[in-house]
């Protein structure tokens, strides 16, 4: 696989993707820079999971290409973890199988309040706990690219906002690149900076104020969505450095809670 020219992590260029004869993607072209949260929304079947699975390499495509950045480390949260619930797997067990290292898998089970659920059995675990755990071992090989397939599905309304404001923190802390699938567009759009709307192709994509108007999304989501969502809206009009930091055009760093939001 060649490795991306640029600073991107990852670019999909007129990607397509067909299953037993039929089209599930057509034409598909994207990247993603560093600290970049891109979002993938969608009506049901139009492919959304698919295209993870091309990212991820878990599929190839056929027709165009992918190029990831050389030696891209990648963290993957699935839309649906499959375990066997008759074998014992507690959640320490579960989690050393992404690192050995005792101390990464300290800082983050404690980081994304998982540190209590170490000794219990993976398939007690209640929704929202379950997908903490999937999100700390998807940041524990420290990612370069997180993606995220429905992070909060199962999940109450207030467990969603902690997972986004987790998601967030971690793009910032980690520096990497987010790719998230989700059907939530109140708190998708609060928390991203690229809306993709895919129905097996792009049906439009930008800044989330900018897509909510579009055409093509009003006829998938109505006009309603687009009035619910624009209070939602973010601007990550801002760079980091390589600690988290907003960087000024002076090059220093500012107090992060002066991001702009809206």
């Not at 967030?168 to 567009?185: A, K, W």
């Not at 006009?223 to 600690?243: G, P, S, W």
Request: net charge negative.
């Amino acid at each position: 696989m060649k490795a991306s020219p640029d600073r991107s992590l990852i670019i999909c260029e007129h990607v397509g993707w067909r299953r037993d004869g039929q089209d599930v993607l057509q034409n598909v072209s994207f990247r993603i820079a560093p600290q970049e949260i891109v979002t993938l929304i969608g009506p049901n079947g139009a492919g959304k999971t698919s295209l993870v699975s091309l990212v991820t390499g878990l599929a190839e495509p056929t027709q165009g290409r992918i190029v990831r950045r050389d030696k891209l480390r990648l963290g993957y949260m699935p839309q649906h973890l499959r375990f066997d619930s008759s074998l014992p797997l507690t959640v320490e067990r579960f989690l050393r199988l992404a690192s050995s290292e005792k101390a990464v898998l300290s800082q983050y089970s404690e980081r994304l309040g998982v540190g209590g659920l170490l000794n219990q059995q993976l398939q007690h675990l209640s929704g929202g706990e379950l997908q903490r755990v999937l999100l700390t071992r998807a940041v524990m090989r420290r990612p370069q690219l997180l993606v995220l397939d429905e992070p909060t599905q199962g999940v109450d309304v207030l467990g969603q906002a902690e997972l986004y404001r987790h998601i967030s923190e971690l793009r910032d802390e980690l520096g990497c690149g987010v790719l998230m699938v989700s059907h939530d567009l109140h708190l998708v759009m609060a928390k991203t900076d690229t809306v993709i709307c895919l129905n097996r192709h792009i049906c439009c994509h930008g800044e989330p104020e900018s897509v909510a108007r579009h055409p093509e999304y009003l006829q998938l989501f109505g006009k309603q969505a687009a009035e619910d969502i624009a209070v939602y809206t973010h601007r990550h009009d801002h760079e980091h450095n390589l600690h988290g930091d907003v960087v000024t055009d002076t090059g220093h760093p500012h107090d992060h809670s002066k991001c702009h939001h809206s």
